[in-house]
């Protein structure tokens, strides 16, 4: 299956703190990867650099290369809003705008003009609920203020905004952290339906989680990829020690 | 052991209430002296003294060829002679010349003036009229009648004589003199004589420099502060300008009118006095204020929105403009309408740039001669007249209340535009 992202000795440094060191890892298209380790080892980082986050974050520097479809996101000539178009990110805090649910979702289309009539926007929000499996939850509230809303569907309003901008890659940096078992269990489902058109990147806390979801599982640990390989693999027979301490809860 | 302890804490505790209490008690004993020994002082100017005469008057002398009255002819004519004849017509017993003068002192130096400005309004038609009109009592008469000057003083050092006092109890037993509420004070510009001073001219004054301020320094100051909280690299240049932005918050006002004076009357040769000019100093004045205000409000934004936008693909300033600012509007709205207060009662750098002036005039645009409210406080406050004083005083009042409405619009738009979360 083809490659989608392709980093290749990335390092990230916040002042002179090294946050991760030499990654090295390749992400299959249309597949969810995991992302485990224990906090601050810096899977959250690595994920930000994917859709360059970190550009916003005084003092952070970048080394190494990442390629999206072969061509490195960090190049001269590449816009990180173009990017971010492409490489859509779903944050650990719901955070929906403070405006109606409509708004919501038809933010990222209008700015970058996706939809060139009213209704043709409508459509594309409805299908992003619909996508997102809240359609029949909202469909009669639309002009609601979002922040009225469940965490749950909160969360699922963001994977519905990101979705609305058809992004190819759809990271997610513990998108259930804050949420109960129902509402996760959900989002589960959810990002399994969407696996087959989108490439999902999703760092977690939950080995459940990781387990139950995803096909590939990168562990972390300390600013240093351990291990990389089928989620089956990792859970069941891990190469590495640390893993093997890790997903047993020995330590983390 | 605990239970001595826990009692001698309540104790403290308890003593520190009543402090609290009683240091908000002393502030709000003070701010009630305070408007009520100006509101005593100021009160008695809402009235003001007239007399009613009956004039007869001919238009045909000032109609031109069209039926039209002609100022220049009317500027000709002698309408204080119309004034003070119609005056005599109530004391035939005066004859002598310098007890003719004592009597015109009892009335305004400017009744015929107002006179004319009155037959001016009324449109009247070519022929012969008779008005009977209310016309101002002198300044002294006025404050008289209002029990402000003292009679009980050697009559030599008195500003109005035995003779003078006797005429306009005459006038009041007959019914054409009394105190009416004072209209000049609010639709009138400053004047020489108290009876004609009003406050409006400086009230517009204000309120044209005040435009001119907000006009200038709320867009400046929201674009330098989204600038300096999501653009500039952090560095020297950047601790450099923050420094300095701080430092100008605390410059005594009257350098920026040392400013206004040096660049905009100097070099770039704006008119002296004016608005425009008033404006562009109280807002170099305030900008720092409204930055400062402004920065802290979109700190306390959550970031989460801000990444949800860049998340999205927004671009720096689109998550700025369409995100950030309409949620740190409420915050930037106070700080403005703080700088703005601030503005409004500032006189010292408007002295430098010639706003502290004499100006008889309600200003029209930005460009022509006016004052402000604080500056004409405090060039009432100054003169010789006790009619002044009152005025002063009554300015003052109004002053305040126009701040105080001011910052209730403050809490009135914060209160709408505050978003739920």
Not at chain 1, 25 to 41: F, R, V, Y
Not at chain 2, 91 to 98: A, G, L, N, Y
């Amino acid at each position: 299956m083809a490659i989608k992202f392709r980093t290749k000795n990335v390092e990230v440094s916040y002042s002179d703190k090294k946050a991760i060191k030499d990654i090295s890892l390749n992400i299959k298209k249309n597949t969810i990867t995991a992302l485990i380790g224990p906090s601050g080892c810096g899977k959250s980082t690595f994920l930000r650099c994917l859709n360059r986050m970190n550009d916003v974050i005084e003092n952070c520097s970048i080394k190494g290369s990442v390629l999206l479809d072969e061509q490195d996101i960090y190049g001269p000539d590449v816009d990180p809003v173009e990017l971010r178009a492409r490489v859509g990110m779903v944050f650990q805090k719901a955070n929906p705008f403070p405006k109606s649910i409509f708004d919501n979702i038809a933010y990222g289309p209008r700015i970058h003009g996706l939809a060139s009539s009213d209704n043709e926007l409508k459509d594309i929000v409805h299908n992003s609920l619909e996508k997102a499996g809240l359609i029949d939850e909202v469909k009669d509230r639309l002009n609601d203020q979002a922040t009225g809303l469940s965490g749950g569907q909160q969360q699922r309003i963001c994977i519905a905004r990101a979705i609305a901008v058809s992004p190819e890659v759809i990271l997610m940096d513990e998108p259930c952290s804050a949420l109960d078992p129902i509402a996760t269990a959900k989002i589960e489902e959810l990002m399994n339906e969407i696996s087959e058109t989108y490439t999902i990147i999703i760092v977690t806390h939950s080995m459940q989680q990781a387990a139950r979801v995803s096909k590939k599982t990168a562990f972390f640990h300390l600013g240093d990829l351990i291990e990389y390989n089928d989620t089956d693999k990792i859970f069941t027979q891990p190469e590495n020690e640390k893993t093997q301490d890790y997903i047993t809860g020995r330590f983390g | 052991m605990i239970r001595k302890n826990i009692r001698s804490r309540r104790a403290r505790e308890t003593r520190l209430k009543i402090y609290g209490i009683s240091s908000i008690c002393f502030a709000l004993i003070m701010l009630a002296t305070l408007l009520i020994s100006i509101g005593l002082n100021g009160y008695s100017a809402l009235q003001q003294a007239y007399f009613k005469v009956d004039i007869s008057v001919n238009t045909e002398k000032f109609v031109d060829e069209r039926d039209f009255l002609n100022n220049k002819k009317m500027n000709l004519f002698n309408w204080d002679g119309l004034v003070q004849s119609a005056l005599r017509e109530f004391f035939p017993e005066v004859k002598e010349r310098d007890e003719k003068k004592e009597l015109f002192a009892i009335i305004s130096a400017n009744a015929g003036y107002d006179l004319k400005e009155i037959v001016k309004k009324k449109a009247l038609g070519s022929g012969s009229h008779t008005l009977s009109v209310w016309l101002h009592l002198s300044d002294d008469a006025d404050q008289y009648l209002k029990g402000r000057l003292s009679i009980d003083i050697p009559e030599e050092d008195r500003r109005i004589n035995n003779k003078q006092i006797a005429w306009v109890n005459s006038l009041v037993e007959r019914d054409i003199a009394k105190l009416k509420f004072n209209k000049a004070f609010f639709t009138s510009a400053d004047s020489r004589e108290p009876e004609s001073a009003g406050i409006l001219g400086s009230v517009v004054g204000s309120a044209l420099t005040l435009f001119v301020t907000v006009m200038f320094a709320l867009p400046l100051a929201i674009m330098a502060s989204i600038y300096l909280e999501y653009f500039a690299k952090p560095g020297r240049i950047t601790d450099f300008i923050e420094v300095n932005i701080n430092n100008l918050a605390a410059v005594p006002s009257i350098v920026f009118g040392l400013l206004g004076l040096s660049v905009f009357l100097s070099t770039f040769g704006l008119p002296r006095s004016a608005p425009l000019v008033g404006g562009l100093v109280l807002g170099l004045m305030t900008l720092p204020t409204i930055i400062i205000a402004s920065r802290a409000s979109i700190r306390s934004i959550p970031p989460s929105i801000r990444e949800a936008a860049l998340g999205l693909g927004a671009s720096k300033m689109q998550a700025a403009m369409h995100h950030v600012l309409p949620l740190a509007a409420p915050g930037i709205l106070t700080g403005t309408i703080i700088g703005m207060a601030q503005a409004l009662g500032e006189t010292a750098p408007l002295l430098m740039i010639g706003m502290v002036a004499f100006i008889i005039d309600i200003p029209t645009t930005f460009t022509s001669s006016a004052t402000a409210m604080p500056v004409q406080i405090y060039m009432w406050s100054d003169s010789a007249e006790r009619a002044f004083y009152e005025r002063s005083s009554l300015a003052i009042l109004f002053l305040v209340a126009f701040l105080i409405s001011m910052n209730l619009l403050a809490v009135i738009l914060r209160k709408k535009f505050e978003k739920k979360w």
